[in-house]
C-alpha cells in the first residue's frame, strides 16, 4: 500500500505542517513499514521524536480505518505502550491526548503502574481505553486478573519503549513472556493483528535486541536507524591540584564549590548522583554553600513519594527549578525543555548510561549536549578521560538479554494462573519461543510445573501443598485460594528491594519511603534526611513512620541498598589504555594532566601498570598480608576471579583470605604470608581447569548465595510486604539464605538453585571476558612490587566494604587460632 | 564440651542440646515441628527432608544420652496440625520410654487433647530442676532464686579475627542473669548477639562445640 496516498498520512502531514514541522526521513520509514505489517525496532538519538515515529504510525492507521463501533466494550484496546519508568508515563499521556485532540482521533489514553489510584484501575476494568500505557510488571498484574483475556483482542500494536533499558533484566523477561501470550490469545481466536515495536538507543547489540524482541525469525521485522547524529560535548571539572582530592571515597563534596557557576549560568541543571543517600547529601552542601539556591533547588528519586516527584516534574517542565539532584530516576525520556546543562557526579561507569545522561540536556533536535563530569576521588579522573574517549569513538556497551531464568517463569505462571488459567501444553510452546526460555528442556519445564504443582519431585508429593491445581470443568491450571493470589499480585516484579515503609508527617503528608534495616536503627527523636528535609523520627505506626519536621540543620541520611554499578567492559580496556598513558609527559588529556603527581607517587611507591603488564602488590602491615592485583575489569569479573585466584592459592596451603574489590582490581587479605612469585601468578591467572576451578571458587564464596536473594523474592519463595499495605504472616517469614541452605542440602536438583549458580557464571562473570582476561594476563608481564605503605592504586580497594571470604582451614583451627589472636589483643591493651 | 554451671555439670552437645547427667534430662529448645508443613500449605515448596532430619538428629541424641527424660524448651510445634506432625506422631512411638516435657512457647498453640495423645506433658510457664528454670523466654520467668536456661531468640554469634575474617556459628550463651539455648531445627534463622566479657558463648560448628 502507497502510504503517502492515504487519507491518514495527509492528516498527519497537514497537522504537521501547521506546525511548521516536518517528520524526519526514520518517521516516515517507520509509517510506512507500521502499514505494511512490520514489527522491528526504532533505533535513534533522544530529541529526534522517537516517538512519534511509532504513536503515529498507529494514529494513521486508525485514521485510515473506518469508524470504530461501540464505545463501551472491553476490547477496545489498540495500543499498549510498555515504559520502564512510571515518571515516563504521564508525560508521554500528556502529549498524546493533546495529538489526538488535534488530529481529531475519538480515542482515550490511560495509565498504569504503581502510581494509578484504585479507582482509576476499576474504571479500566469496566472500560479499557484505547491507548495504555504500562510498566512490565502491570502488564502481569492485567493477565493475573479474572477475564484478562478478552483484553488484548482488538489490539494492533505493543511498543516498548527504552527497551535497552529492559532487555539486559529480568524485566525485559517480563516483556518477552507478556508479549508471547498475547501473541498466544490472537493465535487462539485467529485474529492475529499485533505488531510489536521497540524503541532503543544505541547498544552494542542492537540487532539482538530487535530478535530479543520480535523472536519470529520468519515474521516481517526490520530495525530503522535514524541517519542523525547527537552533538555532545564533555567538560570535567577539575580540581586547582590534586591534592584537594581524596584517594577514596565517593562524596566529592569538595569540587561542589564548582557547581555554582554552572547552575548560576544555566538555565536548567539536573544533577545525577549514582546513589539515593548522596543526593541527601549534596542537596544539604549546596544550600550550605549557596542558600539563595532555597526554594530553587530539589531532590528526585525513587525512593521520594509520588505527588513531590510529581510536583518537581511539573516545575522542570515550567522552568521554576534552577537545578534538580536525581538519582537515574531522571534517566530516561522525558523533555524537560528548560534542561540545558547536565551534571555528572562520581564515574557513570558505563559509556551508554553517560550517553543517555547527556541527552537529557539540549533535548532539541540539532542542539548541543552539554554535561560536566565532576570526579569524587583522584582516580576517578582517568575513568573521566577514558569515557571521553569511548564517547568519541562511540565505543558503546552491549546489553546482554537475559535467558533461563525460572524464577520469572514461576512467576509468570502463578500470574495466569490466579488470572484465566493456564493450559501448560500451549504455555509450553508459547514459552519456547520466547527467546529468554529457547532453550529450556522438557524435563526442566516438568520441574517447574510439578514445583508450582506439586511443591517438589512428584516422587514425594506433598498432599497438602496448596498452590496450583488443575480446574477438572476446563482443564486449565489455577490458583483457588484468594489469599494465595492476593498474595501473589502483591509480588508481581522482578525488583527486589528491601522491605521499605512509608514516611508520613505527624500532621499527614507523605515524604517518601526508607528501608526497615535503616529504620531499625534509629531511635524517637532521632533525625534523618529525606527529599531534603531533616525530619525528626516520632514512631512507626500500621507500618508507616511517623515524622515531623526537626529544627536541626544536619541528620544522617539513609542508605538505600543496591544501585553500585560495575564498570562496563567496553570502559575497562580504554581505562588500561588510558593508565599506559598517564607518564607520558607528551600526552594531551587534561585529566591526566592534572592527575600526574599521583600517578608519579603510584610510580615511585610501586608501578603504574602499563596495557601489556599485571600489577600485584604485595604489602604487609598490621592488619596482616595483603595482595592487590589490577585486571581492570570491572567489580563484577573482580569479584569472579579473586574467589578464582583464592581457592587457586589456598590449594598450596592451608590458608584463609578475606576479599575485597572495586572497578579495578581486587585484594586478598590473609593472617598469614601469602605465597606469591612469578610461576605462581601465571598458575594462579591460568585459563586452565577454568570452568571446574569456578565452580569450585563460587561454591565456597557468598556469591551465589547472593543471587538467591532475588530469586527467593521473583519466586514467592520469601515475601517482603509491601509499604505501607501488608504486614507479612509472622509464622511465614524466613530468608532466603535459609531456603538456600535447605536447597543446597536436601533439593539439589532445584533448579532455582542451579539459576543462582548459573547467574554467576554467566551473567556476572560473563565467561568470555573472563577468559579472554586470563588470556591477556597470560600473554602479559607480570609484575610483582612490594611496597612499604599503601599506594593511590590499592588504597580504594582497602577501604572497600564488600568483602568474601574464602578458605581451605579446618574450622576448629581457624577458630582457635581467630581466639589466640584476639587474647593476644586483650593482653595487651 | 562438659562445662560447669550454678554448681552443676552440663554437657553442650554440638546437636544444639544440654544434658544434664545428673537428671538424665536432655533439653532441646525451638523444635518449630511442621514448619515445612506448614509453608508447603501456604504454597511454599519446602522439602520435607528438613523435617525428617530434625527427626533423625534427635534420634542420634536419645541413642547417644539414652535420658529418661526429653524437655523441650518451647517452640515445639511451629503451627497447626499437619503432616509433619503426623510423621512425628509415628516417629514418638519408638521413645515411649521417655518421658517428654514441653515447656509451653509462643508458637505451641495445639489444643491440650493433642498434647495428650502424642503422650507429651505440658509445663506452663517453666519447668525448674536443680538451680535451673528452664522457661521459653527468658525475660517471663518470675522465679528469683533460679538461673533462667531459656530458648526462643535463635542465638548466633560472630568472631571475628584478624586480616577482616568472620564466622558466624548458632550458640550456646551463659550470661549473668540467664542462658539461651540454640534452636534446635536446621529450618530456622539465626539472632546475632554480642556476649559482654564476663559472658560466656559457646559455638556450635558441625562437628563440636567450642568456646568463644
Same mark, same amino acid.
Given at each position: 500500500?502507497?502510504?503517502?496516498?492515504?487519507?491518514?498520512?495527509?492528516?498527519?502531514?497537514?497537522?504537521?505542517?501547521?506546525?511548521?514541522?516536518?517528520? /524526519?526521513?526514520?518517521?516516515?520509514?517507520?509509517?510506512?513499514?507500521?502499514?505494511?505489517?512490520?514489527?522491528?525496532?526504532?533505533?535513534?538519538?533522544?530529541?529526534?521524536?522517537?516517538?512519534?515515529?511509532?504513536?503515529?504510525?498507529?494514529?494513521?492507521?486508525?485514521?485510515?480505518?473506518?469508524?470504530?463501533?461501540?464505545?463501551?466494550?472491553?476490547?477496545?484496546?489498540?495500543?499498549?505502550?510498555?515504559?520502564?519508568?512510571?515518571?515516563?508515563?504521564?508525560?508521554?499521556?500528556?502529549?498524546?491526548?493533546?495529538?489526538?485532540?488535534?488530529?481529531?482521533?475519538?480515542?482515550?489514553?490511560?495509565?498504569?503502574?504503581?502510581?494509578?489510584?484504585?479507582?482509576?484501575?476499576?474504571?479500566?476494568?469496566?472500560?479499557?481505553?484505547?491507548?495504555?500505557?504500562?510498566?512490565?510488571?502491570?502488564?502481569?498484574?492485567?493477565?493475573?486478573?479474572?477475564?484478562?483475556?478478552?483484553?488484548?483482542?482488538?489490539?494492533?500494536?505493543?511498543?516498548?519503549?527504552?527497551?535497552?533499558?529492559?532487555?539486559?533484566?529480568?524485566?525485559?523477561?517480563?516483556?518477552?513472556?507478556?508479549?508471547?501470550?498475547?501473541?498466544?490469545?490472537?493465535?487462539?481466536?485467529?485474529?492475529?493483528?499485533?505488531?510489536?515495536?521497540?524503541?532503543?538507543?544505541?547498544?552494542?547489540?542492537?540487532?539482538?535486541?530487535?530478535?530479543?524482541?520480535?523472536?519470529?525469525?520468519?515474521?516481517?521485522?526490520?530495525?530503522?536507524?535514524?541517519?542523525?547524529?547527537?552533538?555532545?560535548?564533555?567538560?570535567?571539572?577539575?580540581?586547582?591540584?590534586?591534592?584537594?582530592?581524596?584517594?577514596?571515597?565517593?562524596?566529592?563534596?569538595?569540587?561542589?564549590?564548582?557547581?555554582?557557576?554552572?547552575?548560576?549560568?544555566?538555565?536548567?541543571?539536573?544533577?545525577?548522583?549514582?546513589?539515593?543517600?548522596?543526593?541527601?547529601?549534596?542537596?544539604?552542601?549546596?544550600?550550605?554553600?549557596?542558600?539563595?539556591?532555597?526554594?530553587?533547588?530539589?531532590?528526585?528519586?525513587?525512593?521520594?513519594?509520588?505527588?513531590?516527584?510529581?510536583?518537581?516534574?511539573?516545575?522542570?517542565?515550567?522552568?521554576?527549578?534552577?537545578?534538580?539532584?536525581?538519582?537515574?530516576?531522571?534517566?530516561?525520556?522525558?523533555?524537560?525543555?528548560?534542561?540545558?546543562?547536565?551534571?555528572?557526579?562520581?564515574?557513570?561507569?558505563?559509556?551508554?548510561?553517560?550517553?543517555?545522561?547527556?541527552?537529557?540536556?539540549?533535548?532539541?533536535?540539532?542542539?548541543?549536549?552539554?554535561?560536566?563530569?565532576?570526579?569524587?576521588?583522584?582516580?576517578?579522573?582517568?575513568?573521566?578521560?577514558?569515557?571521553?574517549?569511548?564517547?568519541?569513538?562511540?565505543?558503546?556497551?552491549?546489553?546482554?538479554?537475559?535467558?533461563?531464568?525460572?524464577?520469572?517463569?514461576?512467576?509468570?505462571?502463578?500470574?495466569?494462573?490466579?488470572?484465566?488459567?493456564?493450559?501448560?501444553?500451549?504455555?509450553?510452546?508459547?514459552?519456547?519461543?520466547?527467546?529468554?526460555?529457547?532453550?529450556?528442556?522438557?524435563?526442566?519445564?516438568?520441574?517447574?510445573?510439578? /514445583?508450582?504443582?506439586?511443591?517438589?519431585?512428584?516422587?514425594?508429593?506433598?498432599?497438602?501443598?496448596?498452590?496450583?491445581?488443575?480446574?477438572?470443568?476446563?482443564?486449565?491450571?489455577?490458583?483457588?485460594?484468594?489469599?494465595?493470589?492476593?498474595?501473589?499480585?502483591?509480588?508481581?516484579?522482578?525488583?527486589?528491594?528491601?522491605?521499605?515503609?512509608?514516611?508520613?508527617?505527624?500532621?499527614?503528608?507523605?515524604?517518601?519511603?526508607?528501608?526497615?534495616?535503616?529504620?531499625?536503627?534509629?531511635?524517637?527523636?532521632?533525625?534523618?534526611?529525606?527529599?531534603?528535609?531533616?525530619?525528626?523520627?516520632?514512631?512507626?505506626?500500621?507500618?508507616?513512620?511517623?515524622?515531623?519536621?526537626?529544627?536541626?540543620?544536619?541528620?544522617?541520611?539513609?542508605?538505600?541498598?543496591?544501585?553500585?554499578?560495575?564498570?562496563?567492559?567496553?570502559?575497562?580496556?580504554?581505562?588500561?589504555?588510558?593508565?599506559?598513558?598517564?607518564?607520558?609527559?607528551?600526552?594531551?588529556?587534561?585529566?591526566?594532566?592534572?592527575?600526574?603527581?599521583?600517578?608519579?607517587?603510584?610510580?615511585?611507591?610501586?608501578?603504574?601498570?602499563?596495557?601489556?603488564?599485571?600489577?600485584?602488590?604485595?604489602?604487609?602491615?598490621?592488619?596482616?598480608?595483603?595482595?592487590?592485583?589490577?585486571?581492570?575489569?570491572?567489580?563484577?569479573?573482580?569479584?569472579?576471579?579473586?574467589?578464582?585466584?583464592?581457592?587457586?592459592?589456598?590449594?598450596?596451603?592451608?590458608?584463609? /583470605?578475606?576479599?575485597?574489590?572495586?572497578?579495578?582490581?581486587?585484594?586478598?587479605?590473609?593472617?598469614?604470608?601469602?605465597?606469591?612469585?612469578?610461576?605462581?601468578?601465571?598458575?594462579?591467572?591460568?585459563?586452565?581447569?577454568?570452568?571446574?576451578?569456578?565452580?569450585?571458587?563460587?561454591?565456597?564464596?557468598?556469591?551465589?548465595?547472593?543471587?538467591?536473594?532475588?530469586?527467593?523474592?521473583?519466586?514467592?519463595?520469601?515475601?517482603?510486604?509491601?509499604?505501607?499495605?501488608?504486614?507479612?504472616?509472622?509464622?511465614?517469614?524466613?530468608?532466603?539464605?535459609?531456603?538456600?541452605?535447605?536447597?543446597?542440602?536436601?533439593?539439589?536438583?532445584?533448579?532455582?538453585?542451579?539459576?543462582?549458580?548459573?547467574?554467576?557464571?554467566?551473567?556476572?562473570?560473563?565467561?568470555?571476558?573472563?577468559?579472554?582476561?586470563?588470556?591477556?594476563?597470560?600473554?602479559?608481564?607480570?609484575?610483582?612490587?612490594?611496597?612499604?605503605?599503601?599506594?593511590?592504586?590499592? /588504597?580504594?580497594?582497602?577501604?572497600?566494604?564488600?568483602?568474601?571470604?574464602?578458605?581451605?582451614?579446618?574450622?576448629?583451627?581457624?577458630?582457635?587460632?581467630?581466639?589466640?589472636?584476639?587474647?593476644?589483643?586483650?593482653?595487651?591493651? | 564440651?562438659?562445662?560447669?554451671?550454678?554448681?552443676?555439670?552440663?554437657?553442650?552437645?554440638?546437636?544444639?542440646?544440654?544434658?544434664?547427667?545428673?537428671?538424665?534430662?536432655?533439653?532441646?529448645?525451638?523444635?518449630? !515441628?511442621? +514448619?515445612?508443613?506448614?509453608?508447603?500449605?501456604?504454597?511454599?515448596?519446602?522439602?520435607?527432608?528438613?523435617?525428617?532430619?530434625?527427626?533423625?538428629?534427635?534420634?542420634?541424641?536419645?541413642?547417644?544420652?539414652?535420658?529418661?527424660?526429653?524437655?523441650?524448651?518451647?517452640?515445639?510445634?511451629?503451627?497447626?496440625?499437619?503432616?509433619?506432625?503426623?510423621?512425628?506422631?509415628?516417629?514418638?512411638? +519408638?521413645?515411649?520410654?521417655?518421658?517428654? !516435657?514441653?515447656?509451653?512457647?509462643?508458637?505451641?498453640?495445639?489444643?491440650?487433647?493433642?498434647?495428650?495423645?502424642?503422650?507429651?506433658?505440658?509445663?506452663?510457664?517453666?519447668?525448674?530442676?536443680?538451680?535451673?528454670?528452664?522457661?521459653?523466654?527468658?525475660?517471663?520467668?518470675?522465679?528469683?532464686?533460679?538461673?533462667?536456661?531459656?530458648?526462643?531468640?535463635?542465638?548466633?554469634?560472630?568472631?571475628?579475627?584478624?586480616? +577482616?575474617?568472620?564466622?558466624?556459628?548458632?550458640?550456646?550463651?551463659?550470661?549473668?542473669?540467664?542462658?539461651?539455648?540454640?534452636?534446635?531445627?536446621?529450618?530456622?534463622?539465626?539472632?546475632?548477639?554480642?556476649? +559482654?566479657?564476663?559472658?560466656?558463648?559457646?559455638?556450635?560448628?558441625?562437628?563440636?562445640?567450642?568456646?568463644?
Amino acid at each position: 500500500m502507497e502510504l503517502t496516498k492515504t487519507k491518514g498520512y495527509k492528516k498527519v502531514k497537514a497537522w504537521l505542517k501547521a506546525d511548521k514541522k516536518k517528520p /524526519f526521513k526514520f518517521q516516515e520509514d517507520a509509517w510506512q513499514h507500521y502499514a505494511d505489517g512490520y514489527s522491528g525496532l526504532v533505533n535513534a538519538p533522544t530529541g529526534f521524536g522517537k516517538t512519534y515515529s511509532l504513536f503515529l504510525a498507529v494514529v494513521i492507521d486508525a485514521l485510515n480505518q473506518p469508524k470504530a463501533k461501540g464505545k463501551k466494550e472491553k476490547d477496545r484496546l489498540q495500543l499498549i505502550w510498555i515504559t520502564p519508568l512510571r515518571s515516563l508515563a504521564k508525560d508521554l499521556a500528556r502529549a498524546m491526548r493533546q495529538t489526538l485532540l488535534e488530529l481529531e482521533l475519538d480515542w482515550m489514553v490511560g495509565v498504569r503502574n504503581g502510581d494509578t489510584s484504585q479507582a482509576e484501575k476499576l474504571q479500566q476494568k469496566k472500560s479499557m481505553p484505547e491507548i495504555l500505557l504500562i510498566t512490565p510488571e502491570s502488564i502481569h498484574l492485567l493477565l493475573a486478573q479474572k477475564n484478562s483475556s478478552t483484553l488484548f483482542k482488538n489490539l494492533k500494536c505493543i511498543v516498548a519503549d527504552e527497551w535497552h533499558e529492559l532487555l539486559g533484566s529480568k524485566r525485559g523477561v517480563l516483556v518477552e513472556l507478556a508479549l508471547s501470550r498475547i501473541k498466544g490469545l490472537q493465535k487462539q481466536a485467529n485474529n492475529e493483528v499485533l505488531r510489536v515495536w521497540g524503541i532503543s538507543a544505541t547498544i552494542g547489540n542492537i540487532e539482538e535486541a530487535m530478535q530479543v524482541l520480535t523472536p519470529n525469525a520468519e515474521s516481517k521485522r526490520i530495525i530503522i536507524k535514524a541517519d542523525l547524529e547527537k552533538k555532545i560535548e564533555i567538560k570535567s571539572i577539575l580540581p586547582d591540584d590534586i591534592e584537594t582530592l581524596p584517594w577514596s571515597g565517593h562524596l566529592g563534596l569538595k569540587l561542589a564549590y564548582k557547581l555554582l557557576p554552572i547552575i548560576e549560568k544555566s538555565k536548567t541543571t539536573l544533577i545525577f548522583i549514582n546513589t539515593r543517600g548522596q543526593t541527601e547529601m549534596w542537596y544539604q552542601h549546596l544550600l550550605n554553600l549557596e542558600p539563595e539556591l532555597a526554594g530553587q533547588l530539589a531532590i528526585h528519586h525513587g525512593s521520594i513519594d509520588f505527588e513531590l516527584r510529581n510536583w518537581i516534574e511539573d516545575a522542570l517542565h515550567t522552568g521554576q527549578l534552577k537545578a534538580v539532584i536525581a538519582t537515574s530516576s531522571l534517566d530516561l525520556g522525558v523533555d524537560f525543555k528548560p534542561v540545558d546543562t547536565v551534571v555528572q557526579v562520581g564515574s557513570p561507569k558505563g559509556v551508554a548510561r553517560f550517553l543517555q545522561r547527556a541527552g537529557r540536556s539540549g533535548h532539541s533536535p540539532y542542539e548541543t549536549s552539554k554535561i560536566y563530569f565532576l570526579p569524587t576521588h583522584a582516580l576517578e579522573l582517568v575513568e573521566a578521560a577514558a569515557i571521553k574517549e569511548a564517547a568519541k569513538n562511540l565505543d558503546i556497551e552491549s546489553r546482554e538479554p537475559v535467558i533461563m531464568v525460572f524464577d520469572t517463569l514461576i512467576q509468570y505462571l502463578v500470574t495466569l494462573a490466579i488470572g484465566d488459567g493456564f493450559d501448560d501444553k500451549i504455555i509450553y510452546e508459547e514459552i519456547k519461543n520466547t527467546h529468554a526460555f529457547n532453550m529450556i528442556l522438557p524435563e526442566e519445564w516438568d520441574w517447574v510445573m510439578r /514445583f508450582i504443582t506439586y511443591g517438589g519431585e512428584s516422587l514425594t508429593a506433598y498432599p497438602e501443598f496448596k498452590k496450583v491445581e488443575k480446574d477438572e470443568e476446563d482443564g486449565l491450571w489455577k490458583v483457588k485460594s484468594r489469599q494465595l493470589a492476593m498474595r501473589h499480585r502483591l509480588h508481581i516484579g522482578t525488583i527486589v528491594s528491601d522491605a521499605m515503609l512509608k514516611v508520613k508527617f505527624l500532621s499527614g503528608g507523605y515524604i517518601g519511603m526508607v528501608e526497615e534495616y535503616f529504620l531499625s536503627r534509629l531511635k524517637p527523636g532521632d533525625n534523618f534526611r529525606l527529599a531534603g528535609r531533616v525530619l525528626e523520627f516520632v514512631q512507626v505506626k500500621d507500618m508507616t513512620v511517623i515524622v515531623r519536621l526537626s529544627k536541626k540543620k544536619n541528620a544522617i541520611s539513609p542508605s538505600w541498598l543496591g544501585g553500585r554499578l560495575p564498570l562496563s567492559s567496553n570502559l575497562g580496556a580504554v581505562l588500561r589504555k588510558k593508565y599506559n598513558e598517564a607518564l607520558d609527559e607528551n600526552q594531551q588529556d587534561e585529566e591526566l594532566k592534572i592527575m600526574r603527581p599521583l600517578f608519579q607517587l603510584q610510580e615511585k611507591r610501586s608501578h603504574v601498570p602499563k596495557n601489556d603488564e599485571l600489577l600485584i602488590e604485595l604489602i604487609n602491615n598490621r592488619e596482616g598480608f595483603h595482595l592487590f592485583a589490577y585486571p581492570f575489569e570491572g567489580r563484577l569479573v573482580h569479584e569472579v576471579l579473586a574467589a578464582l585466584v583464592a581457592y587457586r592459592l589456598s590449594k598450596l596451603l592451608p590458608i584463609t /583470605f578475606s576479599i575485597a574489590m572495586n572497578d579495578y582490581g581486587f585484594e586478598l587479605l590473609s593472617d598469614i604470608e601469602i605465597p606469591m612469585d612469578d610461576s605462581i601468578a601465571y598458575d594462579v591467572f591460568s585459563p586452565k581447569n577454568l570452568t571446574q576451578d569456578i565452580t569450585l571458587s563460587i561454591n565456597s564464596t557468598e556469591m551465589a548465595r547472593r543471587k538467591f536473594r532475588d530469586i527467593a523474592c521473583i519466586s514467592g519463595l520469601v515475601f517482603q510486604g509491601y509499604p505501607g499495605k501488608y504486614v507479612a504472616n509472622k509464622h511465614l517469614q524466613s530468608s532466603a539464605g535459609l531456603f538456600f541452605n535447605v536447597f543446597s542440602d536436601f533439593d539439589k536438583h532445584n533448579l532455582l538453585l542451579r539459576q543462582a549458580y548459573d547467574e554467576v557464571f554467566y551473567q556476572q562473570l560473563e565467561e568470555p571476558r573472563l577468559v579472554a582476561a586470563l588470556e591477556r594476563i597470560q600473554k602479559s608481564n607480570i609484575i610483582i612490587t612490594h611496597p612499604n605503605s599503601f599506594t593511590p592504586l590499592s /588504597f580504594p580497594i582497602k577501604v572497600d566494604s564488600l568483602r568474601e571470604s574464602m578458605s581451605s582451614e579446618a574450622l576448629e583451627e581457624r577458630i582457635a587460632r581467630m581466639k589466640a589472636d584476639s587474647d593476644r589483643k586483650l593482653e595487651g591493651s | 564440651m562438659t562445662i560447669n554451671s550454678h554448681g552443676e555439670e552440663l554437657i553442650l552437645d554440638q546437636e544444639r542440646a544440654i544434658y544434664l547427667p545428673k537428671n538424665k534430662l536432655l533439653a532441646i529448645s525451638d523444635l518449630h !515441628l511442621g +514448619k515445612s508443613a506448614h509453608f508447603r500449605q501456604a504454597g511454599v515448596p519446602v522439602p520435607a527432608t528438613v523435617a525428617q532430619q530434625d527427626l533423625s538428629r534427635l534420634d542420634a541424641i536419645l541413642q547417644k544420652y539414652k535420658p529418661n527424660t526429653l524437655l523441650i524448651n518451647g517452640d515445639m510445634f511451629h503451627h497447626g496440625l499437619n503432616t509433619d506432625i503426623d510423621e512425628f506422631h509415628q516417629w514418638r512411638r +519408638k521413645y515411649q520410654q521417655t518421658n517428654f !516435657l514441653l515447656v509451653k512457647g509462643n508458637h505451641d498453640r495445639l489444643a491440650n487433647a493433642d498434647y495428650a495423645s502424642m503422650d507429651i506433658e505440658i509445663h506452663e510457664p517453666s519447668f525448674c530442676v536443680g538451680p535451673f528454670c528452664f522457661i521459653h523466654d527468658a525475660p517471663k520467668c518470675t522465679e528469683e532464686e533460679l538461673y533462667p536456661i531459656s530458648g526462643h531468640i535463635h542465638p548466633g554469634v560472630t568472631i571475628v579475627g584478624r586480616a +577482616k575474617q568472620r564466622l558466624k556459628f548458632p550458640c550456646f550463651y551463659f550470661g549473668k542473669d540467664y542462658a539461651v539455648m540454640p534452636a534446635f531445627s536446621v529450618f530456622t534463622g539465626l539472632y546475632n548477639i554480642k556476649p +559482654k566479657k564476663e559472658e560466656q558463648a559457646y559455638a556450635v560448628t558441625k562437628e563440636s562445640v567450642v568456646k568463644i
